[in-house]
């Protein structure tokens, strides 16, 4: 499947993309030292003007290269940790509903049923003003939003799945549901949370933005959203200082979505096949 994927020209260019942003995320003491919040020149130095400061610097003087490179490391960590938690979380009540079935999935379902009913952006803007802004309780907040989708597609597998004859055969060897659940069926239910995983990265990485840009972000990590939002009252001046960190924000979306379809479309030709 891995040699299908690379075959396809977005899957070459979307991972190629988040490859750079995943190693300037990791360099980022490297390639930028320091804090990237300290005044380090003169305020609103234009792009290429200075060589010292290639994309410039904002309305305090801070060099906004740094303050980009140090919002990879930001954007990258939200968005694959909220990711990894939301597809943990839906993966296990999508698995534990449709194995137990009767009224455990009924219970199940009525819950995810309430939280799908709740936009996710506004969950996670309650979530955070209630526990106040940090990495963490971004990263949970994110994920308390996005995990119904996985719970969904999970269940569905499974409940196909569970009366396979594989899963009776397990039976009659004497495997307890839990173990057949775990080793059994959930690798199977797996392969179509991959293929919407990319949405909720991207998902998550334009969530925190929002919620950066907002000022609720983690008030101790530079992110793309909070140079945004910092930028916005230039924005006839000096629109740079918006633009950069957008045009980085909406790249890595757009490489994201690109990447997730061919995933998807792999997964798709293989299912009809």
């Known amino acids: 499947m891995l040699r299908e994927i690379l075959r396809r020209p977005e899957a070459w260019i979307g991972g ?49 290269l740094a303050g980009l490179i140090h919002g990879a490391r930001a954007s990258a960590a939200v968005g694959l940790a909220a990711a990894a938690v939301a597809m943990l979380l839906g993966a296990t009540v999508g698995s534990a509903a449709g194995f137990a079935g009767g009224w455990i999935d009924e219970a199940m379902m009525r819950v995810v049923e309430a939280f799908q009913i709740v936009p996710g952006f506004l969950l996670a803007l309650a979530f ?22 996985p719970a969904r597609l999970v269940r569905s597998r499974v409940l196909s799945l569970r009366e396979a004859d594989f899963v009776a055969a397990a039976r009659v060897m004497g495997m307890r549901s839990g173990e057949i659940a775990l080793r059994l069926v959930m690798p199977l239910a797996l392969p179509p949370v991959l293929a919407i995983s990319a949405t909720i990265v991207a998902g998550a990485v334009l969530t925190e933005a929002a919620l950066s840009f907002l000022g609720l972000g983690d008030p101790n990590a530079v992110t793309w959203g909070r140079m945004i939002a910092e930028g916005r009252n230039q924005l006839r001046s000096a629109a740079y200082l918006s633009m950069i960190p957008g045009a980085a924000l909406a790249l890595t979306v757009v490489a994201v979505y690109l990447l997730g379809e061919a995933v998807t479309e792999v997964l798709a030709r293989k299912r009809r096949a």
Request: hydrophobic share 60%; charged share 10%; with cysteine.
């Open 128 to 149: 955070v003003s209630a526990l106040g802004p940090s990495l963490w309780t971004v990263v949970l907040a994110i994920a308390l939003g996005a995990w119904t989708g």
């Open 16 to 64: 190629g993309l988040l490859l750079i942003l995943l190693l300037v995320a990791a360099c980022a003491p490297l390639l930028a030292p320091g804090d990237p919040l300290a005044i380090v020149g003169r305020p609103l130095i234009r792009p290429f003007a200075n060589a010292d400061f290639p994309l410039g610097t904002d309305r305090l003087g801070r060099d906004l």
